[in-house]
């Protein structure tokens, strides 16, 4: 069955070349507020300004009938609503569309679950200072709401056990965020972008990752895992070893 999606208001218009692309229309964005934390201020490294995030293959937002479907279903509007205005209270909004921070697990199906899901109140603490750091990751450069889409992140313990996820998962904590670097399936070039993406994740974890508590994992492809429960990193096997993180990064 061919899947069917109702199209958001984000358009992307190209004159010459993709340095004069604008999308439309703009989307306001809170200005952020780094987290109060007990330790000293991230470093400024000189040598290494801000960057800019390379060129990738621009990401279609799209909204999926299915995630309409879902948000007229029982309370589920009115969760999202109580959840968004706990957050815009801390300064820690959603920098992609609603439906992709609300991806549950890429298993839902098998697991007899739901695609998408609210995080229930306990929890929510949790991803503030996760969603501080994503957006930091975006005011820097590093990413762009153009070049990445989140993949998961909160997960009920039943979908994180049917889905293979650890016990301890931060994800069942509502402190994760899962996101891929480019499209899904990335030309050459691309994955050439990718890879430098990666490389300036990497430059942020070893100066500012304590700063921000931040875990990160690099994997083979352009999956990305990031949360605030604690600096460390790993790569394809869970090992700090796998992870580009652990080399020296000029």
Known sequence: MQKKYTYTVISLICI?????????PKVSVSKVIVPTVTSTPPPTVAEHPPVTPPVLKVITTLQPITYTQWLNQGQNQQRLDQYKNYLKQRQADFIVPDYQMLRSAREWQNCNASEYDVPPAEVWEYAVQTLKLFKTLKDQGIISANNIEVTSSYRAPYLNTCAGGAKSSSHVKNAAIDFRIGPENPTPQDT????????ALCRFWQTQGK???????????????????????WGYNHSWRTSLCGEIIP
Do not use: P, W
């Not at 010459?16 to 439309?24: D, F, I, R, T």
């Not at 050439?192 to 490389?199: A, G, M, N, P, R």
């Not at 875990?215 to 460390?232: C, K, M, N, P, W």
């Open 16 to 24: 010459g070349s993709l340095s004069a692309c604008v999308s439309q």
């Open 192 to 199: 050439y972008q990718i890879q430098q993406t990666k490389v």
């Open 211 to 233: 700063y921000y508590n931040m875990g990160v994992g690099i994997y083979e492809s352009g999956q990305i895992h990031i949360d605030t429960l604690g600096f460390r990193t």
